[in-house]
């Protein structure tokens, strides 16, 4: 089952008065639903159930939570879909398209024009069937259909209480105001993560609501104990994942546990309170427990073949990628591969648990599959399946800092190689939707990545299979790989000048008496690099290249303008 691009949601989407069934009704599994029906009948679903505060957080109230579970369990058991009568209102605007070439296939890259009314900075992308549900930073809600219809979603707005943080005057809002982190629709309920601004204690919670069928408004589920004022909505996490009947949910140490000095103030370390960790909810009896601690700012979680899999931002330094195990600790801020911000020093030298006789105890902290270096800012990371047959079981994660998607092959919980694909923009979610893959950027623009259909260029089957190992045959002129410079156009080119920036000195030297590129000084290249351009980093053919598989690779060349 895939959990992440919820395959079995029940959203429908009615566009005008045209109903679209995503999926057969029947197929969609309700996680309990005799208890739902056992509470149907004792009449106990209530709307007006007052969200749950978890001033402490292994204190549930058992009251408010059978209640709430109650309610939460009528929407999830909801076999009448939830109905988006959505206006139509607009169309996804190209900016820009380009195809970026991979190791393994071409990729086509398009931009679109940010209509949705949004300062961008957080902001997230949810699955609903074959369609795309996305929320503002500021908690607006649209969807977007596959022919690029833009909509407004019958979802109501989120309410961060926005005017009572802009009169507490703490914080800027556009640089730290409260935000929506993420968004999960599981059977038919939305998820979302956000942080909401609470007038009466001044200051920030982070809140996971939820809201279904027949609701007209948000619910909260949880809310986390109000952050000190000094700190923000900066390094909350929030990010979100389905699996067997848990919603499992990352919340950050925001901040805290970088400026706290006493061990006993780790909030990443302390069980009782949410932060630094990530947490689960039990969607039958809505106990909410840590699931792993010692976390700093989670911005991706998925779950794999029945784990977990979440992206770490370290401080300076320590971005990871770790395979889940229930009851582990991964240490921050005790131990990370990241540094600390005012001087460099190691995190794992400073305080150590098992010297200080702490109450939580001396515990052995759980290692990173994998760690970036340097640092990319990690968010949100998704597993492939039916985008691109070479890609398929492989993961993509988005990065803020480095503005690149990771595409990362794994083979057994260990991280075999990690391909960059830089996109330029710094990317705050993505999902799957069939054969594309959606990122929503920083800004709010939104990216589509899909198989490019010259993909076959640059695969086995190129007609220039030994050239493309080094060489990108890609008709954007501005674009080449690391190792050397775009052969498409090269043909009529003036010899070492494209946008490659690792020109050897001898082809600096040697370019302007070649001249243009033709067939008789190509062929002559190919035949011995080294004899036309002294010095250059091009190497020589294998010696079995017959004249007529040059004349067949020029041939090539020649078609490619
Ligand atoms: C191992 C890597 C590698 C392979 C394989 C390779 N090349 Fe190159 N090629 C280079 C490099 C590096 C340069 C830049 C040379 C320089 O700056 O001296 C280059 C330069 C060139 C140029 C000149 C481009 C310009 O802008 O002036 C042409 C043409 C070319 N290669 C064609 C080919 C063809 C055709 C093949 C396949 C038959 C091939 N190369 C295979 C690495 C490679």
Known sequence: MNFGATKNTSLLIVKGTKITPQTSVSTIKAPHPSSLLQHLRNG??????????????????????LKIG????????????VCFAADASSKLEEMSSETIPTAYLNIDLKTYRNNFDTMGGDGALARSGNDVLLGTREGQFYLIGQDLSVHHAPVPAIDFGIDGFQKSKHFDLIEKGPRLHALLIQDGTIYATYDKYDAKADSIRYVLATFGKDTKTWKELFSSPPLDTKYYTMGGGGRMAALDHYLYFSVGDYGMDRHNKLPSDFASQNPKLPFGKINRMDLSTFRIEPYVIGARNPLGLTADNGKLVMTDNGPRGGDGIYFLKEGDNYGWPYSSFGRHYDDFSTYNSTLNPCKENLAIGCTKHAQPTFVFTPSVAPTQIIKLNGFAPDWNNDFLMGSLKGQTIYHIHVLDERVLYVEPIFVGQRIRDLIQVNNSLWILDDSGLLQILSPSPATTLRAAHSPLPTCVLCHTVNPDPTSATPYAPNLFGVMGRQAGHSNFSGYSIGMKEAAPAIGKWDRANLSAFLHNPAAVVPGTSMPRLPESTSDNAINTILDELQTLH
């Open 44 to 65: 106990m679903v209530n709307e007006t159930t007052p969200a749950i505060h978890h001033e402490k957080f292994s204190s549930m109230n058992q009251t408010n939570a």
């Open 70 to 81: 109650t309610l939460l369990l009528f929407w999830l058991s909801a076999f009448v879909p």
